[in-house]
Nanobody
Framework: QVQLVESGGGLVQAGGSLRLSCAAS????????MGWFRQAPGKEREFVAA????????YYADSVKGRFTISRDNAKNTVSLQMNSLKPEDTAVYYC????????????????WGRGTQVTVSS
């Protein structure tokens, strides 16, 4: 059974930092591309960042480029999202996702999803 479990969310002031982590189990983690998505209240789920199975390639939404960094540790089956210079508009539930089909990693049609972790940025 595949499980993706996010952690690290919380409440932070604008300008602060948080580091999200996603622990994966039940899949050959090193063969999956991993992504982070977020969904704010009343809005569609949107792409945040993604990383290729090897970690060679990374992708970012324009809104987070230069502030967020995605990384992975295939030995520990984890993917992380370092979020700096947080803004109130970054407030959302953040989801970890996994795919292995070689398709565009910015698309939301991932195979597996975690349950999400809440990030709240106060102004």
């Amino acid at each position: 059974q595949v499980q993706l479990v996010e952690s690290g969310g919380g409440l932070v002031q604008a300008g602060g930092s948080l580091r999200l982590s996603c622990a994966a189990s039940g899949l050959a983690f090193s063969t999956y591309a991993m992504g982070w998505f977020r969904q704010a209240p009343g809005k569609e789920r949107e792409f945040v960042a993604a990383i290729s199975w090897s970690g060679t390639y990374t992708y970012y939404a324009d809104s987070v480029k230069g502030r967020f960094t995605i990384s992975r540790d295939n030995a520990k089956n984890t993917v992380s999202l370092q979020m700096n210079s947080l803004k109130p508009e970054d407030t959302a539930v953040y989801y970890c996702a996994a795919r292995r089909d070689g398709r565009d990693p910015t698309r939301s049609d991932y195979h597996y999803w975690g349950r999400g972790t809440q990030v709240t940025v106060s102004s």
